[in-house]
Structures are given as structure tokens and as C-alpha cells.
């Protein structure tokens, strides 16, 4: 019988409802072909067995007919075939099983295949954001936290800016249309941080005597 490890989720993405006076403005997930190519670095990889390939047939081409030459090279070009198969695999789980929340209060990463951990960042615990924007129109949105806040590099990988392992920046990874969600993030923190906070603090004993 299929079973729905996220079924016991109120909203998708998140691990309850949002509390009142909360909504979502956006959810959305990484490409999973450029979150494969970027993360898992397909081109390097690629490029690796080519050369091994390249250099398997110069090393031989002198010492054999030219047909067995190649044959001599090709099983690199297939072993770096299945190798980029299954990075590409990975990558795609890794992408379906994200949910990325924008709200009026918070930014949420639902993350991990194996480990799914969710990942809260109020807006008033978000010091400065980045974005890059890729060619192919997807772009990374990074977040670097205020204060003594510290996460996981390889919890959190592949949704992390790449190489900031000492202060790890939880990112969007790869979304389409990014420049459109950083403008609304963008919005939705200048709106919340400068929302006046107000709390309710008791009564000091001389205001009750007086109202009395």
C-alpha cells in the first residue's frame, strides 16, 4: 500500500499550519536539472572522464591498432556515463522532495530525501540576502542569518551557498523566476521588520491602586 511520508503535513511544505494572521505568498521547488548540473557539479565530473578517456587512448594508440585504441578508451566514457546517471538521480530526488514557503512573516525550506528536516527563517533573523541569476532564468536566493544562529553545512546541502561552510547561508536553490521571489521576499521583510511590535505588560501596582 503507497504510503505519503509528508501526508501528516496541515500545508504542504510545512509542519503545521500557519498561525493566525500568517499566508503563504509563495512555494515552489529547484529545477531539478539545474540543481543537478550546479550542486552536483555534472560538467567537472564530465569533463573528468573525458580526459581519462583522452588520455587512456593516447597512451595506447601507438601500441595497438587504432580500432582496439578506442575500444581501450570507451569503457571510461561508460562508467562516466552511469556516474553522471546517478548524480542526475540524486539530484532529482533531491529536488522533488523540496518545498520552498514564502510568507508574510518567514521564509520555509522543507529539505533533505533521506533526512527531511524543515527549516524556519523569520524575516527578523535574516540580515542581508543574495541573488544570482543563471542564464537559463533560474537563480539561487541566499540568506545570511543575524546573530549566533548556526546551521549544518551538509544538513543543509544542497540548499546552502556554495563554499560558505564557516557561516552556512541557507538558499532557494535553482528556482524559476527568482528575480519575481526575491522582489516579494524582498517586500514582505521590509514589511515585516518594520511592523510595530507590541507587547502586553501587567500592570504596575500603582496604576491599580489608582484605579481603584
Known amino acids: 500500500m503507497p504510503h505519503d511520508d509528508f501526508a501528516v503535513e496541515p500545508v504542504p511544505g510545512l509542519p503545521e499550519a500557519p498561525p493566525e494572521g500568517e499566508h503563504i505568498l509563495w512555494q515552489g521547488k529547484p529545477d531539478w536539472w539545474a540543481l543537478s548540473w550546479e550542486s552536483l ?34 569503457p571510461f566514457l561508460i562508467l562516466g556515463a552511469i556516474v553522471l546517471a546517478l548524480l542526475t538521480l540524486v539530484g532529482w530526488v533531491q529536488a522533488v522532495t523540496t518545498v520552498y514557503t514564502v510568507t508574510n512573516r518567514r521564509v520555509a525550506m522543507r529539505i533533505g530525501a533521506a533526512l527531511t528536516v524543515t527549516l524556519n527563517l523569520p524575516y527578523t533573523q535574516i540580515g542581508n540576502a543574495s541573488l544570482s541569476v543563471r542564464k537559463s532564468g533560474t537563480g539561487n536566493i541566499a540568506f545570511d542569518l543575524m546573530g549566533e544562529t548556526r546551521l549544518s553545512y551538509l544538513v543543509c546541502w544542497p540548499h546552502v551557498r556554495p563554499w ?28 515585516r521588520v518594520t511592523m510595530p511590535q507590541i507587547r502586553r505588560e501587567a500592570p504596575t501596582p500603582g496604576a491599580a491602586v489608582a484605579a481603584e
Open 41 to 74: 557539479s555534472l560538467p567537472w565530473v564530465a569533463g573528468y572522464f573525458v580526459f581519462l578517456a583522452v588520455w587512456r587512448f593516447i597512451a595506447v594508440v601507438d601500441l595497438m591498432p587504432l580500432p582496439q585504441a578506442i575500444g581501450a578508451s570507451v
Open 164 to 191: 560558505y561552510m564557516r557561516k552556512t547561508q541557507p538558499t532557494l536553490r535553482c528556482i524559476p523566476e527568482a528575480e519575481k521571489v526575491a522582489e516579494m521576499i524582498s517586500d514582505a521583510a521590509q514589511a
